[in-house]
């Protein structure tokens, strides 16, 4: 299958020509968030064009907020892509490309990308935890990512996780994104040492020695393993991918604390980090396409 792959970042936009799970080829360039949907939307069809494909060729969305399954309408986002709640991105690309457009959430079309050729290719049911700015889940069972009918199945971010001294993104304490994200381990670190500095600086800070950021780590991580072995009980994944630019500073410790909180059931459900790297959204939006056939 070949189909065309994009990723609309708040800061960069991918396009790729994907076939059968391997990028044939690129195009990208900065999103041009600060000026509108229309901007960024113009922007990502750019791109697409770019590439040359045939006509028939398909294209797939992988993009940040909560998006309408049946429509490819964002219905939720963040401050990341300004206006972008309520952008018709479905609609909209199709008109601008003249191709059949499949639109999801981007975290949802990263698990279906893992699941399909990166690190659950194996494995019928995966759960991905996306840990970087912040903190996402997608659920792919069959190949096939479960949505939930309002599109918010696995939104890993809101699991309560205890009182945190921080709120998550969505405003309200506890929850898991507030203690295990780049941005809750950046505001722990700074109410520690008095620094604000980003997460992998810390990473770095830890790795030489300095104990108030391995701490933080540490904590981080802890919680963060101890959560998705609660996920598994929930859901009797087969493996659980975690992915993000938070995943190389907390795997280690984050394995100990989810193999220690596993039930005796689930003691061959490995957490294991993700293959596809950057090309991880891209990959699982070209797949979107054959998804929907």
């Not at 995966?126 to 696995?154: D, I």
Request: aromatic share 2%; hydrophobic share 40%; charged share 20%.
């Amino acid at each position: 299958m070949t189909a065309i792959g994009v990723d609309i970042g708040g800061t960069k936009t991918i396009a790729a020509l994907v076939e059968n799970g391997t990028v044939r080829d690129r195009s990208a360039g900065p999103t041009p968030a600060g000026s509108g949907p229309d901007a960024v939307l113009a922007h990502a069809a750019g791109l697409v064009g770019d590439l040359g494909a045939r006509a028939d060729v398909p294209v797939g969305v992988g993009t940040a907020g909560t998006i309408d399954p049946g429509t490819g309408v964002v219905r939720y986002a963040t401050d990341s892509l300004p206006g972008w709640a309520g952008t018709p991105v479905a609609a909209e690309l199709r008109h601008r490309t003249g191709r059949r457009v499949s639109v999801d959430n981007d975290v949802n079309a990263a698990a279906l990308g893992e699941a399909r050729h990166g690190a659950g290719r194996e494995h019928g049911r995966v759960l991905l935890a996306a840990v970087g700015t912040g903190v996402g889940g997608g659920l792919v069972v069959g190949g096939r990512v479960c949505r939930g009918p309002r599109g918010t199945a696995t939104e890993l971010a809101h699991l309560y996780v205890g009182e945190t001294a921080d709120p998550c993104g969505c405003g309200r304490h506890g929850h898991l994104e507030a203690v295990a994200s780049g941005t809750g381990i950046a505001h722990a670190y700074a109410r520690s040492s008095g620094e604000h500095v980003p997460a992998h600086e810390i990473a770095r800070r830890a790795d030489a020695g300095e104990a108030a950021a391995a701490g933080v780590l540490a904590h981080a991580a802890d919680v963060l393993g101890r959560t998705l072995a609660g996920c598994v009980a929930v859901l009797d994944v087969d493996v659980v991918v975690l992915a993000g630019g938070v995943t190389p500073s907390v795997l280690e410790a984050a394995t100990e604390s989810y193999r220690h909180e596993l039930l005796d059931p689930h003691a061959d459900v490995a957490l294991v980090p993700a293959r596809l790297g950057g090309d991880a959204v891209a990959v699982g939006a070209a797949d979107l396409t054959e998804e929907e056939t």
